[in-house]
């Protein structure tokens, strides 16, 4: 089976897992624009491309039941997906591109990973909270994330391409939230 074909089937089995099925899309359409704002060359961006699509799929293992809200049995799966969604595409023939971009895809910044685990992180971040939170919210998750879960180089970014997507490259008005501390 094709490249393209395996992308394809694992992307929409992992949406489907996640009940959303735009979900790769989304990420990876997000992931892309922010990879080529960075400067990624062509190839690149395919591996940054590829791994939005597979990042999950250690996430087949949980139980769809245990995934929403996030079960206390469910956290600890959930917080070894990517290592083991590594593991998973090491023996699927193909992907050894996007192994380690997958295995880096949530270490806190202090830990060194691929700018493109960095790119993964904030952007499965920003869908899934703008699928619950809507997108004023999920920008505020970026923001509150940076230099602890996101890079501040990715999330500065990821807010001008969700910015220059509006239209306009305005600056996104601050969140009412960060007033109450």
Do not use: W
Request: hydrophobic share 45%; proline share 4%; net charge positive.
């Amino acid at each position: 089976m094709a490249r393209e074909a395996k992308l394809a089937l694992i992307s929409a089995m992992i949406d489907a897992h996640l009940a959303d099925r735009r979900r790769s899309d989304a990420v990876c359409t997000l992931a892309m624009r922010a990879g080529a704002r960075l400067g990624m060359d062509r190839d690149r961006l395919s591996r940054l491309a590829a791994a939005a699509r597979v990042s999950d799929i250690g996430l087949l293992e949980i139980p769809r039941t245990l995934l929403s809200p996030l079960s206390s049995r469910a956290r600890d799966a959930y917080a070894k997906h990517p290592e083991r969604g590594a593991e998973i595409l090491k023996e699927i023939n193909g992907f050894d591109d996007v192994v380690d971009v997958v295995r880096f895809h949530h270490v806190p910044v202090q830990v060194p990973a691929p700018l493109e685990s960095r790119i993964l992180a904030a952007c499965e971040a920003y869908c899934d909270a703008a699928r619950i939170q809507g997108a004023f919210l999920a920008r505020d998750v970026l923001r509150r994330g940076q230099q602890s879960e996101f890079s501040k180089e990715v999330v500065e970014t990821l807010l001008a391409v969700l910015r220059s997507a509006r239209g306009s490259e305005q600056p996104d008005r601050v969140s009412a939230l960060e007033t109450i501390s």
